[in-house]
T-cell receptor
């Protein structure tokens, strides 16, 4: 089955700097890659997603890039703010998300004031 | 957009006791529904998913079971809880052409 590796497990950046989180996946048939933000004690919230027919997607300060050849995708957050502090999860699916998602183990992002 | 409700929000149960967690969805019809478990400081593990009433697919062998008695209701159960069943249980919903959205979760502690 699909395996998703996520790095780093913890990332500390200064407020205003950029943060990058990277994920690799094993199944070349995967075609859908969402990113979720989870605050303590809450359910994950979708922040951005990308499908395999697109190489990059941007939404204000957040962007995701996908390299299908290398089977990796990355989350980029620019101009980080204190409210960006949370745990971020990447995920992959071979069915566009319909049959469930395989998640990475998460990255704890800490924004230093 | 859909709204997912889960209850209870927190639960403390003794080992060997039964379990019933409920998830209901508003704002969509005939969704796929999912149960995930998140152990402390870990990622999410898919436990069950359902594409329709009475249709359940199990992803991992365990002492848990799931049922879908109505289109927008998904239930997670156990006859006898184990210590290892402790965790944060999340219900999720997917509609064709959309993505997966998660509910607020249930924190289960088995003592």
């Amino acid at each position: 089955g699909e395996n998703v590796e996520q790095h780093p497990s913890t990332l500390s950046v200064q407020e205003g700097d950029s943060a990058v989180i990277k994920c690799t996946y094993s199944d070349s048939a995967s075609n859908y890659f969402p990113w979720y933000k989870q605050e303590l004690g809450k359910g994950p919230q979708l922040i951005i997603d990308i499908r395999s027919n697109v190489g990059e997607k941007k939404d204000q300060r957040i962007a995701v890039t996908l390299n299908k050849t290398a089977k990796h995708f990355s989350l980029h957050i620019t101009e980080t703010q204190p409210e960006d502090s949370a745990v971020y999860f990447c995920a992959a699916s071979i069915s566009g998300g319909a049959d469930g998602l395989t998640f990475g183990k998460g990255t704890h992002l800490i924004i230093q004031p | 957009s859909q709204t997912i409700h889960q209850w209870p929000a927190t639960l403390v149960q003794p080992v060997g006791s039964p379990l019933s967690l409920e998830c209901t969805v508003e704002g969509t019809s005939n969704p796929n529904l999912y149960w995930y478990r998140q152990a402390a400081g870990r990622g999410l593990q898919l436990l069950f998913y359902s594409v329709g009433i009475g249709q359940i697919s199990s992803e991992v062998p365990q002492n848990l079971s799931a049922s879908r008695p109505q289109d927008r209701q998904f239930i997670l159960s156990s006859k006898k809880l184990l210590l290892s069943d402790s965790g944060f249980y999340l219900c999720a919903c997917y509609s064709v052409g959309d993505t997966q959205y998660f509910g607020p979760g249930t924190r289960l502690t088995v003592l």
